[in-house]
């Protein structure tokens, strides 16, 4: 994957709704009444099989949904995964922009194993300290998967 073009054109989704949001109000809290939505895990395969234009797609649609899900004040927590995985929870895409689109180039290029990145989100992440002060936060959240869909078997204890 070429990280200079990825970067250009996440810089331009960025831009264009930096535009848009220009014209509405800021928002500064994430506490929102319970008829608007929650927050969302977004998980882009960054797996072998996605390498060049397929993950360039899954992370251009990523972005256009963190937008749209920031403009909504629901926040965010994307994981790129593949036989690794790391995560970055979005409160707020101003300021944490630059941070945000230098996590979206990593890619790791190994295969894909959706039952450690199911387990990570409702296992493992919990534990983790940079998560923790979120946990509750991310209760019934929306799980996106962005992928090939080229899966591996999801084992039963995953599917419990």
């Known amino acids: 994957m070429e990280i200079r073009r990825d970067s250009e054109t996440f810089q331009r989704v960025f831009d264009i709704w930096a535009y848009l949001r220009n014209?509405?109000?800021p928002h500064n809290r994430f506490e929102k009444p319970k008829?608007?939505?929650g927050p969302i895990y977004i998980c882009v395969d960054t797996?072998?099989?996605?390498?060049?234009?397929p993950e360039v797609i899954a992370k251009t649609l990523a972005l256009a949904i963190v937008i749209v899900a920031q403009r909504d004040c629901r926040l965010v927590c994307m994981i790129n995964y593949s036989h690794n995985l790391s995560f970055f929870i979005l409160t707020n895409l101003r300021r944490q922009r630059q941070k945000f689109l230098s996590f979206l180039s990593h890619s790791y290029s190994g295969g894909n194993d959706e039952n450690r990145?199911?387990?990570?989100i409702f296992k493992k992440m919990p534990d983790n300290s940079r998560y923790r002060q979120f946990t509750n936060?991310?209760?019934g959240a929306d799980i996106l998967v962005v992928s090939y869909f080229e899966w591996s078997y999801l084992s039963d204890k995953t599917r419990n």
């Open 117 to 120: 990145l199911f387990d990570f």
């Open 47 to 53: 797996s072998g099989s996605m390498e060049g234009e």
């Open 35 to 37: 008829s608007q939505k």
């Open 137 to 139: 936060s991310f209760t």
């Open 23 to 25: 014209k509405e109000q």
